[in-house]
Each structure stands twice: as C-alpha cells, then as structure tokens.
C-alpha cells in the first residue's frame, strides 16, 4: 500500500484550495490524514470561521475509520440517523457524515487516507477536494 | 480587525438587558465572546434559572466557531439534525443552535465574536441581543 | 440564606478589579458563583490571556462545591494529590485547587457562594478578591 | 493586534522543519495556532509516529490559553503537578505543559497565536520553533 507522504499532503491542500479560489468558494480549510486516520497536513485559508479544523478533521476521519465517503455517510445518517449517532458514541464524537470528507485511494484502488475540506456548501466542499485530489494524482471517492 | 473590549462588552450587556426590561421579558442572560469563542464577560438577571451560563454561552460559541447566527444553525438543524448533532460532537457538546445566538461584526463586516441571550423565547433573546449590539456601536448578524 | 443578586455580583467584581489595578496586578478575570455553583456574572481585563474563565470558574466552583476555599484545597492536594484527582473525577475535571477560589459568606457566616480570581499569582488572586468581597460588604474565606 | 496570516503560518513550519534538518532532529511535526487557540496550518514529517498531531497541538493550546510558553508550564508541573493535572481538566485534556509550546508574539510584544513542535527532545523541538518564528519576522517565548 502506497503512503501519503508530507509533499503529496501537501499538493492536494495546494490543488485544492487553488480550485475553491477558481469556483469563487468561500474561504476553505483542508486537512489530509492517513490511512490509520492520522493528521498529516492542514491549512485554513484566512477568512474562515475559527472552527474549521475540527469540522474538516471530522469529515476525512469518518471516512477512514469507516471506509466510506460522506455521501455514503450522509444517506446512511438519512435512512438511520442513530446509527450515525452510535457510530459518534464509539469514535468519540469526531465524525462528520455530510459531503466534503473524500477517501484518497491509490492506483490499485486501496485506500491509502482521506481528505476533508468545509467552508462552502457540503458539495462544493467534496468537489474542490476531488479535484485537489486528482490534480496531485490519486483517485477520490467523495 | 477589531477586538471586543471588557468595557464594549459590558455595554453590550447592560443594553441587552435594558431592551429585556422595555420588552418586559423573562430575566435574561447574557455573554460575550471573542472573535476566538472565549469569554469575555457574562452576566445572569436575578430570577433566571441557574443553567443558563452554559446555555448563553452555547448559543455564542456554535455562532462564532462555525461563522453562522443562531438562526442558520437552527435551520441546518431543522434540515439536517444528524449534521448538527455531530457538529456538537467535535465541539464537546458545546453548541446550542437556535435564535439568541449572533454574531458581533466590525463596521468592516468582520466577526469579532458573539453574543450569547437566553431566557425569553428565542426570538425575544435574539431581539434583545441585536438591541445591545447596535446600541454598542457595532452590527449584529442574527 | 441570603443570595447574591446580581448587582452585588457587579460590585465584587468592580471592587475585586478596582483593587487589582490599586496592586498592579496583571490582567485579572473574575467569576462569582451563586450558593449552587452556578455562574451570575464573569469579567475578563484586556489583556488577559484566552483561557482564564474555565481558570477562574474552575477555582471558585471547587470552593462551593467542597466547602473549602482554594488554600484548604491546596492543603489537601499537597498532602493527597490522588484525593484531589478523584474529587475532579467526581465533578467532570472542573476543579482548581489553588487560591484565588474564596467563599462568600453572610453575616451570619452561611455560604452563600464563592469567588474566582485568576491572572496574577494565586496568592494575589486571592488577595484582591477578599479586597473586592469585603468592599461589597460580605465577608470572604480565602 | 496583527493576526497570524496562512502564508506567515506556513512561513513558520517551513523554516522551523528546514532547521529541524539542519540540527539533524528526528521527523518533526509542527502546527500553528491563531490568539484564540485554533488551527491555521499543521505538517507532519514523513517518518514520524502516527500520534503528532494532538501532542503538537497540546503544547500549543496550552500556551495561548494560559499565555505561558512550554517551559513555564513545565516548571509549574514540576512544583505543582496537581495543578497542571487540573488545568488539564478545564481544557479538556487538551494540554501538553513541556517545551515545544512557544508564545507567539507581534512587535509590540502582544501573543499572537502559538506554534507547538514535537518529533525530537523537548528543547530541541522549542529551538527549531524558535528559530522557525524568527526566521519568519516574529518574537517567539519558548
């Protein structure tokens, strides 16, 4: 399994945030973690409310613990809202199940981490991501 | 940006309260937080129940960390509960998303942090805080 | 049991900072907690670091809860740090066992609530609240 | 108050990792925190153990919220371990009191945010902050 390492980390925050700037988004904030659900990389654009770490981290990191994107999550926590509460219960209320949390996978289609991006629309959150995601080469579910 | 002084803050205050009185409201109370979500000063109008620090204070801390009134909120809320409920999540439970909460902005439109009203309806708590704030000199968003 | 109004709360902590400049303190914050723990009123001086109302509210809601103000609760922490521990256990981690925790009593001597002070040493803490209890007429154990 | 901008932030981690190399220090890892205690920018070094990002983050917090740098904080454990162990309860856990949280300070002198190190020593971790924030145009206190 490929590893995401600090300069590709680095990358898809660049991709991403150039991309938020081009779809004229609000200010947004990304974080990459790993595959075991580990921060490697942060920023928050100036502007942003000062709660963005939290939120971004609990997008990317439901989706690692989980295995799943926040679309996934979102229509889980739709059709059984308790389960997503329960699933908060066991990971200590760090997930966020909407759009924006995207699993990073490698050429073979393992998943090697997550990114999660907020500050705009759930949507337009998941779509700078992914095309942060793809620019620095690797393959986003969102 | 601007920051919010102790003596802007009790002018805040007193002004929320003394609006509560003209309105003939239930006995309020109020805090104010910085553009960080920290507390700068909090008062509880003899007669009001105990628990109300943390309730003003939640109303103030979701507005400042997440950049939206407490009206937004509880419209997410209203549309997405999950969304809120894990919100509150990876902010310790520290989020209480309805009118009453409202952002303090600068005359340049910037947030320099929040004002917490609880004790009346929502939307009387919420009336009574935009009163204070324009009465301080600042713009309120709520 | 008398109470503390909120009028007396404002004076104890004009009084407790009134005496903190008299002393050339740093930057004081002030919390005073009714007979049940519950917070009436908090002021933070600019300047004050960001962290000081969970600091202040954590001293004076030891002294309530314990019936102990902050130099007994230091006593017992010196001589039983486990004891302490257990006891923040018991109460979600909220307590400080230092001075700058004072309670507030009647004429009569009943507890009728406690002050917090933090920003400078813990002994000066202490010292301007007992200056700002006494001037509003109550008297303090520190 | 001059706030810390995600270009200065990244100015800082930039060169406090190019420093870590030049000292030949183990993977580092390095955030920035604004005044209020939140999250601008944190990397993490390829090499370096999963857990970085909360120790990191803790000896930051600590300092802005209690406006004392990691040393400060350490001398405080050392003479009062009780109190550090209850401060640690206020702030949910959420502080690391050893070297490596540095103050982050304008030209005149006012904190502006914080920047924690971890990966290497505790001193080795404050100095390459320092130089980091130097480097960038700030005054760091370590």
Do not use: C, W
Not at 16 to 44: C, Q
Not at 49 to 60: E, L, T, V
Not at 79 to 101: D, K, L, R, W
Not at 113 to 133: E, L, P, Q, R
């Amino acid at each position: 399994m490929a590893s995401v390492t600090l300069n590709k980390a680095r990358t898809i925050i660049r991709k991403t945030l150039a991309k938020a700037r081009e779809m004229e988004l609000k200010p947004l904030s990304v974080v990459v973690l790993d595959a075991g659900g580990h921060v490697i990389a942060f920023e928050k654009e100036d502007g942003a409310s000062p709660g963005r770490f939290p939120i971004a981290h609990g997008k990317a990191y439901g989706a690692v613990m989980l295995g799943l994107p926040g679309s996934a999550q979102m229509a889980r926590a739709e059709s059984q809202a308790y389960f997503m509460a329960a699933v908060n219960g066991v990971f200590g209320g760090q997930v966020i199940p909407v759009p924006g949390g995207v699993l990073l996978k490698d050429k073979r289609g393992a998943v090697i981490g997550a990114v999660g991006a907020t500050g705009d629309t759930s949507d337009n959150d998941a779509a700078a991501a992914m095309a942060g995601i793809e620019l620095a080469g690797y393959t986003g579910e969102a």
